[in-house]
């Protein structure tokens, strides 16, 4: 594979080895030697005519140029955090406090009322859904019952402020890719009793590799020449945005901040009872790892410190101790809540230096730089920072439509906007999902089934090649239906199938 610096794989091998996963979709990626690589090419004195070239970008604001500037300043500084393995220590339930130990919610509706005013629902829309074969921002895929992700987040919060009389508003966080769209489909919502609130992270420009120049300056003015720069922009953007001063004149303190496109991210009163009785800055839910998350971030106690330990931080011989579950139990499923004044106080004294992502592309044929962050990271700047050990439930990320099955599927029903999973099924885990490219995209996935089979006693389904499955069908246990190449295979209505491998209808 070649990398953005040729042939040197130390640049990006880190994103090619470990890939990503759901919550986690930034990972620190910076080792030093990728680091000296890059100063090497890039000695400091660069810095000068980046800040020229970029001064001259009429599409950004002067917020998003300094924020640039700042970012590729401490990139080429060099100075990623070293992390030494044996200070690493396994956080105490102090640190990472076990969900079934917080207090109970207020029985009182008055005092649930005021919880809820201190509140805002941010959502980070920034992603578009073009992995799954859609144009448009990725909440407006319709998830169950004609219903978007975008839908059952204003239904959610429509029934919370109906219940008990608030109003917590619903806050956007889109890029230059989702804005002008997401305008559109908001207003749909217009006669709600929900405030919906819109602000843009950042633009910043794509770096050219060869000569360290933004790539707008050489023509490249549409989209393709700037990039948003990870969700660690949430921060300063909900600041430069003046969303975060107009919530705290409203005695607003705190913001829960998700994935559009994790349906378990819901709001929960026991979570943030329990940060405005403890003064808890930032709160970070983890959940227990399967094998399905070994790559993703977790919470270690580091220097006395709670702080987001990813993949790419660790050394090459201790990764199969990070991928394994007795160690490091939990992962980040980058719900976040985090207090309003505090992010003020940190965005002002510029102290969220989160580690820097090097996220190398290619675009028309040019290798350029981005440079993201990931809002996990933020958490060792925040004082009384915790992790929460969190049900499961609350992580059910649609990534692909392998996710929408299971989430169309009669493992789950839809109450008020809540997608809840069935009782039905005995096994606490979900079936695993493997369909192949032919189902890759929602349009083709959706064609392809009459209707959604029943999965509740499934454990793993995998599809592969040209593949129909009709109406009413039930799949148990280990299920593996691989089409001949050239062959169209149809499943027929109504059909039973359980711990099968079926390669022709002779098999069924």
């Known amino acids: 594979m070649e990398c953005a610096m ?56 002067e917020n998003e140029k300094n924020g640039f500037i700042n970012l590729v300043s401490r990139y080429l500084s060099g100075e990623a955090q070293h ?42 829309n920034g992603g578009l859904g073009t992995t799954m074969g859609c144009t448009g921002p990725k909440s407006v895929i319709e998830v169950r019952n004609g219903l978007t992700f975008l839908d059952l987040i204003v239904i959610q919060i ?22 002008d769209e997401t305008l559109k489909i908001v207003d749909k919502y217009s006669n709600s009793n929900i405030e919906i609130h819109t602000f843009n992270q950042s633009q910043y420009p794509r770096l050219v590799v060869e000569d360290f120049t933004p790539l707008p300056s050489k023509g490249q003015h549409g989209k393709e020449g700037w990039y948003p720069p990870g969700h660690g922009d949430v921060f300063p953007s909900l600041m430069n945005s003046g969303k975060l001063d107009a919530f705290l004149s409203q005695g607003k303190e705190y913001v829960f901040v998700a994935n559009s496109d994790n349906l378990g991210a819901i709001v929960d009163l026991k979570i943030l009872n329990h940060l405005i009785q403890n003064k808890n800055e930032y709160c970070m839910e983890v959940t227990p790892k399967t094998l399905a998350d070994v790559k993703g ?44 004044s505090a992010i003020k106080r940190l965005v002002e004294a510029d102290a969220l ?42 992580f059910l ?13 009669d493992l789950y029903t839809l109450v008020d906007g809540f ?19 032919e189902f890759k995209k929602v349009g083709n996935f959706l064609g392809r089934f009459k209707s959604i089979p029943s999965i509740i006693e499934l454990d793993s389904l995998k599809v592969t090649g040209d593949v129909w499955f009709g109406a009413g069908i039930v799949l ?24 099968k491998e079926i390669n022709g209808p002779e098999d069924i």
């Not at 794989?9 to 990503?20: I, Q, Y």
């Not at 990320?397 to 599927?409: E, G, H, I, R």
């Open 297 to 340: 971030g977790t919470l270690i106690s580091y220097e006395g410190k709670v702080q987001l330990l990813e993949i790419a931080q660790v050394p090459d011989e201790h990764v199969n101790e990070f991928k394994s579950i007795e160690k490091f139990k939990i992962f980040n499923t980058n719900n976040l809540w985090v207090n309003l």
């Open 419 to 437: 997608v809840i999973r069935n009782n039905a099924r005995a096994n606490p885990t979900n079936p695993s999902i493997e369909l192949g490219p």
């Open 6 to 61: 040729g042939t040197d794989k130390s640049w990006c091998r880190c994103r090619h080895r470990h890939g990503v996963r759901s919550g986690q979709r930034l990972g620190l990626v910076r080792h030093h030697n990728t680091q000296q690589h890059i100063s090497l090419l890039f000695p400091m004195e660069k810095l000068d005519s980046l800040k020229s070239a970029v001064a001259s970008l009429s599409e950004i604001s």
């Open 158 to 179: 429509e029934n919370l402020n109906s219940k008990y009389g608030c109003n917590v508003p619903l806050v956007l966080m889109n890029s230059f890719n989702t804005h």
């Open 397 to 409: 990320p649609v990534k692909a439509t392998s996710d929408l099955l299971l989430v169309q599927s």
């Open 83 to 124: 992390i030494e393995w044996s200070k690493i220590q396994t956080p105490t339930d102090e640190v990472v406090v076990p969900y079934d130990t917080l207090s109970p919610s207020p029985d009182d509706p008055a005092e649930t009322k005021k919880l809820l005013d201190k509140l805002v629902v941010l959502k980070l």
């Open 476 to 499: 148990k246990g280990k299920v593996t239906i691989a089409a001949k190449p050239g062959v169209k295979l149809e499943i027929p209505d109504g059909a039973v199938i359980e711990n």
């Open 353 to 394: 230096k989160m580690e820097i992502i090097p996220n190398p592309k290619e675009v028309n044929g040019i290798k350029v730089l981005q440079l993201e962050t990931a809002s996990g990271a933020a958490i060792k700047f925040f004082d009384h920072a915790i992790g929460i050990n969190v049900p499961r439930s609350r």
